[in-house]
T-cell receptor
Framework: DSGVTQTPKHLITATGQRVTLRCSPR?????VYWYQQSLDQGLQFLIQ???????AKGNILERFSAQQFPDLHSELNLSSLELGDSALYFC?????????????FGPGTRLTVT | AQKVTQAQTEISVVEKEDVTLDCVYE???????LFWYKQPPSGELVFLIR??????QNEISGRYSWNFQKSTSSFNFTITASQVVDSAVYFC???????????????FGPGTSLSVIP
């Protein structure tokens, strides 16, 4: 158990809908990262927050947004969902702001868009 | 270009065999970090090791060992006397500073799926 929690574990929704994925980092970790894992794209970095502020952006679509709250939990919002958004979404946390530290991953949220 | 290649998509070995997972990276940076992560069937990625670009010493942890060679830009991972519990997807990753944003970025390889057959 990495100490990172993600909810929900599974999510099934229809195209055009909006969903919110939630992540709580390990105790003491200030950075939260979001990744998308799909069969064709592999593991893609979406966005990083550090202590409430956006730190780095990867291949995140404009339909997607995230935030980190004062208690350090983070939410990833996915809107106008398309079939291609079906994937496993991981949250990871690390102790500092830098990407050179090891990351601890949550169990993931499997999103299915029908 | 910055990239991580794991040429072996799938490997199958019989229990107790040794197996090496290859990782080749590309970067012109002199400072970077390399990682290995394991993703078992349960899905959660697990951190295995981190190595910085200035430390080419090989590392051994139990049945796991890592061989870092800057000359060939490789960071290979060997499992000795493989066990069924080693069955997983293994990812190699590269972390370095993005000069445009000054933030660090992490690039994952495509992963190697290892099946250990009893």
């Amino acid at each position: 158990d990495s100490g990172v929690t993600q909810t929900p574990k599974h999510l099934i929704t229809a195209t055009g809908q909006r969903v919110t994925l939630r992540c709580s980092p390990r105790s003491g970790d200030l950075s939260v990262y979001w990744y998308q894992q799909s069969l064709d794209q592999g593991l893609q970095f979406l966005i990083q927050y550090y202590n409430g502020e956006e730190r780095a952006k990867g291949n995140i679509l404009e339909r997607f947004s995230a935030q980190q709250f004062p208690d350090l939990h983070s939410e990833l919002n996915l809107s106008s969902l398309e079939l291609g958004d079906s994937a496993l979404y991981f949250c990871a946390s690390s102790v500092g702001a830098s990407g050179i530290r090891e990351q601890y991953f949550g169990p993931g949220t499997r999103l299915t868009v029908t | 270009a910055q990239k991580v290649t794991q040429a072996q998509t799938e490997i199958s070995v019989v229990e107790k065999e040794d197996v090496t997972l290859d990782c080749v990276y590309e970067t012109r940076d002199t400072t970077y970090y390399l990682f290995w992560y394991k993703q078992p069937p349960s899905g959660e990625l697990v951190f295995l090791i981190r190595r910085n670009s200035f430390d080419e010493q090989n590392e051994i942890s139990g049945r796991y060992s890592w061989n870092f060679q800057k000359s060939t830009s490789s960071f290979n991972f060997t499992i000795t006397a493989s066990q069924v519990v080693d069955s997983a997807v293994y990812f190699c990753a590269l972390s370095l500073r993005d000069m445009k944003t000054s933030y660090d970025k992490v690039i994952f390889g495509p992963g190697t799926s290892l099946s250990v057959i009893p």
